[in-house]
């Protein structure tokens, strides 16, 4: 027969909050202990020969009434005066005559007490439990003389009841919860033997109350299947260290392995201690934890560990004080995959790769995906020199072709390395912004390599910064100029055109030629913006030109790649000739190979239509990149511009001499007009004639001059005075 239980003491503790100080939820009710604590409220009113006695449980602020006899609750809750108690008793003659308790709600209020008596109640173990007090509405002298002895008594009876109801209360919440379905109980002899279970560890187990009682509790726990069978065991015979309150066990039921969280706490039997288990389920819980882990720290699309995992291996490597690399590989031409073959195919290319990542890592390493199209090496204890070499082989190994979805596929990478020696101080933020910056540097290099991080990158960078920082304040303050440079006619002699260039005065540098920062604004998010001036203003200056021998000239503007590829070109372009009333006619707008070979839907559709508005294109800097021959027969360009570096060593070098013939038979083929730039000298001018190219522009006829100056060479063509070179060098 199973012994009757009892909770001990520490069930609370350990249990749970609801639990946990028995009493402090007992309501203001002066009901609360049923007729016990009304007849000892009578019993003490009667004996002092007062009207008014109060119960309160607690001491102090704490303390609260839970019994009251000739007071209203509303009075009561407004003063400590009732809820007050010394190591003794402690009585107040005349409430009016002491100076703590004048102003006190119930001495001025509707109460009127006068006269006050509190007698402190105290557990078994002297612990404070509560406050018995009478109060009268009249002062008194003394305490009535019979009354005296009889304090101790009220005392303990009052202790009595309190620790009984307390217990009672205890009793009811602890059989609650021990049938409660939300929290499964096993409680266990101090044999180990199971000596009750309640309706949900029947569930939880899956076997029957009356089974179960009796069973050694390694049975419900096996020790094969426990993390440390040995702490296992005794925790739960109660004889681990109290400072382990709490424990993950695993059980197996129906097949299925669970982990529950065990709370342990001491039980009182009919004979002798036992132990109480409280079990919660929570394996789910955990799966679903670990999913969240795995969200969180890992790469859904390759499996890799991402960027947040990736800076707590760095932080653990560069803790354990030794040398760390780290290496950031970068595909170079993955956007061009992604935008021409599709994203599915692009994930296709970033999971193979980070496959061949995998196979190529130095020993030791450990890879993550950064982000996009860039993954990160960590390499422990890093040699330089055979770093370098492993390196070296990972793009090689990307770089073989593959198919990827029926489409063959080229990938080139990119890597920037940095290395954070033992003795320096150097977090995985910092290291990884020195990667960083190197892997900047070899994509800036052209990519296909590996490229060390240097403090002279940082320094650049900064510089590129701050040139960012001058280049919109010179937008903003109109800074910028546009100078303009003709364009002749090889055969006529005659100016035809001239060529918008744009110019920067700076406030402390002077007039800055396009070298100097042109790169840097390309990249600028004011490029745009600078893009759509330069071409308003163009167009307004071009209609103040007078004609040459009847013609009107043409105006030749350089494009950025951002006015290509944003969808507003055609829609500026517009606008800006309706405001000047130029006619699209006498507009060129020149594109660069970098333009030609990314042209996206938007950039494609403004090209044709400006086209077919009758706006010309010309292709600028031809011969200087990897495709220029085959762009010429997809692209919609009236005209080729020779880049200045062929021309300048035309005469004395045959190669560039060759291409100049081949880009002009090509171009006559094409029927496309040809314009040489960067033209010095007479000879230069002569062979380029010979050749049968249509036109130059050089230091030859004019350099780039400001509006009005280059308005006035124009007069001076008109006049009729003689097209002479105005000086020599660079444009």
Known sequence: MAQPLTPGKRFAEHAGAPWSRIGDDLPHDPGLGGEEFVDLLSLAASLFDAPIATLAIGLGAEARLVARRGIDAADADTSLLLREAGPSVRVVNDTHADPLHQEDPLVTGPAGIRFVLTLPVNGADGHGLGVLAVADTVARDRLPPASEPLLGQLARLAARLLERHQLQRRNRIAAQIMQADFSAVVVIDASGGVVFVNHAAETLFGGRARGMRGMPVEMLFPPHLQADPDLAHAWLHGRAQDTVE???????????????????CAWQLTRGEGVALVLRDITEHLRQRDQLLR?????????????????????????????????????????AVNDTLGHGTGDAVLQATAERLQAALPEGAM????????????????????????????????????????????????????IAQADEACGPSELIARADLALYKAKAAGGRRCCWFDAGMRQEINNRRMLDLELRRAHAQGE???????????????????????????????????VDFIDALAASPVAADVGRWIIRQACHDATRWPRIDGEQLAISINLFPVQVNNGQLQREV??????????????????????ALDPGDAAAQSLAGLRKRGVRLSFDDFGTGYASLSLLQRLPVDRVKIDRSFVRDMLANLSDAAIIKSILLISSNLELQVTAEGVENHAQADLLRGLGCHGAQGFLYAPALAADAFGDWLEARVAGDAAKPTGAGRE
Request: charge should be negative; proline fraction near 5%.
């Open 246 to 264: 709490r424990m993950n066990l695993h059980i197996q039921t129906s097949g299925q392995l669970h982990t529950v969280e065990a709370a342990r």
């Open 295 to 335: 969200v969180a720290l890992y790469d859904p699309l390759t499996g890799l560990p991402n960027r947040t995992a990736l800076l707590d291996m760095l932080a653990a490597e560069l803790s354990a004080g030794s040398d760390v690399g780290l290496a950031l590989v970068g595909l170079d031409n993955f956007k």
């Open 367 to 418: 890879l993550a995906r950064f982000g996009g199209d860039e993954f990160a090496v960590l390499c422990p204890g890093a040699d330089a020199a055979e770093l370098d070499t492993r390196l070296a082989g990972v793009l090689l190994q990307i770089s073989e072709p593959g198919e990827f979805d029926g489409h063959a596929v080229h990938l080139d990478a990119s890597i920037g390395i940095a």
């Open 480 to 514: 910028f100029e546009v100078h303009y440079q003709p364009q002749i006619d090889l055969d006529t002699g005659r100016t035809f055109g001239a060529e918008a260039l744009l110019r920067w005065r700076h406030p402390e540098r002077g007039l800055l030629l396009p």
């Open 574 to 595: 517009d606008q800006a000739l309706e405001d000047s009333g130029l006619p699209a006619e006498r507009l060129e707008l020149e594109i660069t190979e970098i333009i």
